[in-house]
């Protein structure tokens, strides 16, 4: 958006700052290293409905009267959009109402366009009064009718490709896929010289991350380690958090606290994932093999779609043991059709410019705005 003319402000976590600053964007934290450490800790509790309204009151409620704070310094009335995902968007919702401002949604899977019902009632039953003391204390009544608070007017982003998910009227909101966002044109550094050198002699080992949270638990690293360990393959695990590993891994097996997923994808025989967002499409473009033992939230959703796509392997939590981890890696690392089908997706993303499709439908909800104003 900045390089098709517009001004552009990033409200989000304070570990953004430092990217944000690189693509030359005003940024504003709404929350600080300590704050977001701790929200990391409680990743997993997101991964049930129980333990969604705790992680909401302890991490992102007491922060919105900060994020209103933000958007209420830029807002400029005859030309502000408000850009916001899902779930976390009590602030923007808040600052749409109180400033006169078009909000657009993001949606990052389309398993959250099927939840209406349970949205309804997390926030109309069980967080109502936390809504409405933070209304309050911004200036704005008690919420009157929560189906329309809660609804999705207007046309907004999903960023996968039709593909991957057409348009459902079952859905929540009216949303456009404009394709996958790859996260490639934003890492840094380059791939140790140790993987380069093993990837120029020809070895292709086994990538296992669970993304920069800690929503797997030790349970995803533990069955991915053990069925390589089982299989007698060399390995590559990626995480930033000591806790979820195992105290001994075994000699084939390199642990890296940061990598560049999108220089070293292309060039591993298969990916053990959580089925984040990121890490799928990656592995979809790249055309890698992908085994997802997928807990909570959307990753249960995109990892049944990247089985129905014939290219990957879905694990729900209870088959998180080594043999069954085993058995699903040499289902698709011996298979030429897994392999052929993979390509064929990979072909499919090359080539496609989802960024400028998003911007797109972003210019024309500002257009549609303007000529309301």
Known sequence: MKTRGHDVALLSHIRYADLAAEAGLDFGAIDDAGQYALSIEDGPLVNSPPGIPEFLRRHYFPRVVQEYDLIRQRCRAKDTILVARDLFDVGA???????????????????????????????????????????????????ADWNVWLSYPGRHLGIWPDWFAPPDPAWAAEVVPVGFVL?????????????????DAGERPI???????????????????????????????????????????????????????????????????????GTMSCALASATPQVVLA??????????????????????????????VAKALESLAGSSAVRER????????????????????????LGRAASTR
């Open 207 to 277: 990538l296992i991350t669970g993304g920069t949270g800690t929503f797997t638990g030790a349970g995803f690293y533990e069955a991915s380690v053990n069925a390589c360990r089982q299989l007698s393959r060399r390995a590559i695990l990626v995480t930033p958090h000591d806790q979820l590993i195992p105290s001994r891994l075994p000699e084939s097996i390199r642990r890296y606290t940061h990598l560049p997923l999108g220089k070293l994808m292309p060039f591993v025989e298969a990916v053990f994932h959580h089925g984040g967002r």
């Open 93 to 143: 919702r808040i600052a749409a109402e109180k400033l006169g401002l078009p909000l657009l949604w993001l949606f990052v899977a389309p398993s959250t366009l099927m939840s209406r019902d349970l949205r309804r009632a997390l926030f109309a039953e069980v967080l109502a009064a936390d809504v409405n003391r933070l209304r309050e204390e911004i200036g704005l009544p008690p919420v």
């Open 183 to 199: 996260d490639n044109e934003g890492e840094t550094g380059d791939l140790p010289r140790e993987i380069r050198s093993a990837v």
């Open 295 to 324: 807990w909570g939230a959307d990753r249960p959703g995109n990892a049944i779609r990247v089985e129905e796509l014939r290219v990957g392997k879905y694990l729900p939590r209870p088959a998180w043991k080594a043999d069954t």
């Open 342 to 365: 993979c390509r064929g997706i990979a072909a499919r993303i090359a080539g496609t410019d989802s960024l400028t499709a998003a911007c797109l439908v972003i210019e024309d909800a």
